[in-house]
């Protein structure tokens, strides 16, 4: 309890110690709580939100309260109104887009994280923050059987970014600094960032942010050929045609597992007609990066040692909360060169014997949360066995769903299952409509029942339905009924088509 | 209990369901007495980290393990190994840098994003953490009087960003596209960025991501006769001489509150010169904004409304936990344009009717945790009244402190104090050091010491001393025992120089 004046007469009274220890155990027991009812539950909650645009508007009021609101009213608003606005992610019953795929260990490390609340942009801001994630990096390098290249160990280094998106950015960055401190930054206008037509979207989006002309991204075609991988020849093809052009090929994007059907671009041959050309190759493993801790999976990274960079999502096939993107290079200094800053405020001791990692000049921002404190907990809450295990749980369980897909001639599946993610669709009946509004008019009438959550994508002109396996929930018999939702609902869109 | 073949003969146990109900409240329970117990005892801690670069490395293993490790073998080894390396942002004894204020509310929000875990790259694929997002940001808005037209009710509105770097690139981003669709992409190296030479150096390293010429960057001089404030007349004298030399003013960022001293530049007149010349104007008011809460402190913004953007970070100084920078913008369409992406798999029909809001297009990444729920929080637990005093009981604690510098002769204040930080410094006697490297001193063997941290910055050639008070745990007896160390540690540093 206390009172302040404002310096216009007015006296005010306040009775908070916003952060006292004693009041924070006993909200926090509550949120636990609440959170453990809300995983118990979860089932019971549509699993896509079924609200319509502005409902939130008309429940919430237009401006923040004067005075304080106890936690007990706010949980409520949370469970009436938040909750059916929110599409359940953590649901057993949710495989759309990718997994975002929770875990107790994940939760427990960002607790811990936010708990402590350091700001990590510097070595000597709070040193563990900084050591753990030089040491978790190198953990998580070895269980990939990475090149020693790409770890401290060996003069290379991993740092933890938010997103893909953000890994793409700073590799983009370092390779164009590097590029134009060369050629000069009256050139950055020459300069071509490469991809295939099933990259994800964050390369073109990179690309224009750092400033490559929008007319220099080449997102080279696909086909159902090369199980829609990008090849090498016509990787090399379009890196001639731009030379011709007098252009300066920069930068490739390869994937392992694209987000449209997890297709894998093949690493080794790409990274050989990269290196002719002195180009930088990132390899975008966000999604099936996890699965290669796997021995039976670590195939597809073979050649990534003439790669210069790799990145991994870490939340969203490997049981750590949004957000984790675990990035490693080759070079450390090439992304150091573009991105550091040295104000004075920020000079230290510790920084100028060059002995540390200073993560503020490896990433886009100054300030940057304790990561590592999740990954650790989850690396060690599991343990490399059961991670795998939990991996191939997964992809055991889209196999399964697979051959439901094959059992029935009404579907059929559209790329063959690599991962954990199955690519099928409805198979429309002679003369009537056509197969890709089928299957929209398929997709909306499941994800409307509220009982599963699955989306969609378009490769070579095909409609397709993605069923992403990999919600830590997820059940062999959520399968099962997942796939009698299937069934039921193409039953019903059959007959009324 | 399950087992699975891995395809090469072999056969695995595993025991974990990594999100069973029971296990997390358990373990969350655990977890949140650890956090209470830590903020309980946090005074017992030397308040920045005393390690050596590389002490970690020597107390963890090379690899991470291959079974799993109990929570609480986990929890000592954060006791004994994580906490000593942690500079302790949350101590009441915090002042450096600028405060990370961590509070129960903000706290709980996050555990509920977190426990959620929700991917709110869309509207769809999750309408509450949008719409809350939307709320919130109107909410806060109206708390600063922010002019209508930024916020959505004004068809303006705001957003979510991880930290102000975003929100400088974003709106750099915003504007070069904007221009370079007017004049042409060829003409990148033309574009001029503007600051003071006491920006933010997030300013010059979003410069250098957004591809504008290393040469165009224009930290324009400020000097103690502004307080450290950007001069109207400096900036249009710059923007003349880049005019004569064929360039293009593009971007200007104006600061409430400068990292090194809380310098103000002044909004209103600057915004009158950048208008004359078509010139995008963010204010960064990342520290110094959440003051403006407070109605004497609002004239700081006054002229805001001829600004294009601005923003604030919660997580310094509104007890929101990291990360949380609020930005607000005039024109979203200016960001959308620029930073929109539209991969077929994302295609939806909320979107496709233009009814909501896709943040996915006002930001750099894809992905986007739901940041809204901690801001929620915050400003419903403590209410406006109370937030407002907790920022003036900074102040006064901050003024305080200056009053105490004042009294003793052997120091001086380097510029006034107008928000909750104190710049000073210890006067060398005569013939002895050179102030600065006295001062240097000094504040090693303050933070030595382990019982107080500040940090420093050079301004107008003088190395000074910042004491921010922020930590929400800041009592006024932390004050004054701060400064008694720092009497202290004048006494030994003055006797031995």
């Known amino acids: 309890m206390g009172s302040l004046a404002d310096g216009t007469g007015n006296n005010y009274e306040f009775t908070l110690n916003a952060l006292d220890p004693e009041e924070f155990r006993r909200q926090g027991h509550r949120i636990i709580d609440f959170l453990a009812d809300y995983y118990r539950d979860i089932e019971k909650y549509p699993v896509r939100s079924q609200v319509e645009p502005g409902y939130l508007h008309k429940l919430l009021p237009d401006s923040a309260p004067n005075h304080p609101e106890p936690i007990q009213t706010i949980l409520q608003d949370v469970e009436t109104h938040i909750i059916p606005g929110i599409t359940h992610w953590q649901s057993p019953n949710y495989f759309a887009y990718f997994p975002s795929s929770g875990s107790i260990a994940g939760f427990l490390g960002e607790m811990l ?11 000597l801001s709070s040193p563990a923050a900084t050591e753990l994630e030089t040491i978790v990096m190198d953990w998580l390098g070895k269980m990939l059987k990475l090149p020693n290249c790409f770890l401290f160990s060996g003069n290379g280094g991993g740092v933890l970014q938010g997103t893909t ?3 793409i950015l700073c590799t983009l960055i370092a390779s164009r600094d590097r590029m134009l401190n060369k050629i000069g930054w009256e050139n950055i206008g020459k300069l071509v960032v490469y991809g295939s ?4 979207c964050a390369l073109q989006k990179g690309a224009r942010i750092a400033g490559i002309h929008p007319n220099n991204f080449r997102p080279v075609s696909t086909s159902r050929l090369t199980a829609f991988g990008l090849s090498p020849d016509s990787l090399r093809s379009a890196i001639l045609a731009d030379l011709e052009a007098r252009l300066v090929p920069l930068f ?5 597992g694209t987000t449209s059907s997890t297709a894998v671009d093949p690493i080794g041959p790409l990274c050989d007609v990269a290196k002719e050309f002195g180009i930088w190759v990132h390899v975008d493993a966000a999604y099936a990066g996890s699965a290669c801790i796997c021995p039976e999976y670590r195939h597809f990274m073979d050649g990534v040692e003439n790669a210069n960079s790799f990145s991994l999502n870490a939340h ?3 049981f750590t909360t949004l957000d984790c993107c675990c990035l490693w290079v080759k070079d450390p200094s090439a992304l150091i060169k573009a991105l550091s800053t040295n104000p004075d405020y920020l000079r230290n001791n510790a920084t100028e014997t060059n002995t540390v990692v200073d993560y503020k000049d490896w990433q886009i921002t100054l300030s ?3 990561r590592a404190m999740k990954l650790w907990l989850v690396l060690r809450s599991y343990g490399v066995t059961n991670l795998r295990n939990f991996l191939r749980t997964h992809v055991k369980m889209a196999k399964h769903f697979e051959g439901l897909v094959i059992m029935d001639k009404r579907f059929e599946i559209v ?3 690599t991962f954990a993610m199955v690519c099928f669709r409805l198979l429309p009946p002679p003369v009537t409509v056509h197969a890709n509004e089928l299957n929209q008019r398929f997709l909306e009438s499941m994800n409307s029942s ?4 699955m989306t969609h994508a378009e490769v070579g002109g095909v409609y397709m339905i993605r069923f992403a396996v990999g919600a830590t929930l997820t059940e062999e018999r959520h399968v099962i009924a997942a796939w009698k939702v299937a069934q039921e609902h193409a039953g019903i869109v059959l007959t009324t088509c």
């Open 450 to 453: 509220g009982r599963v959550y």
């Open 165 to 167: 998106c953000e890994a």
């Open 316 to 318: 969203k096939w490997f």
């Open 368 to 370: 940057r949360r304790f």
């Open 197 to 200: 037509d099933q990259t994800h």
């Open 252 to 256: 490739l994007c390869a994937t392992i």
């Open 113 to 123: 994280s936010t708990g402590f609340n350091v700001v990590g942009f510097n070595w």
């Open 415 to 417: 790329v063959p299952t």
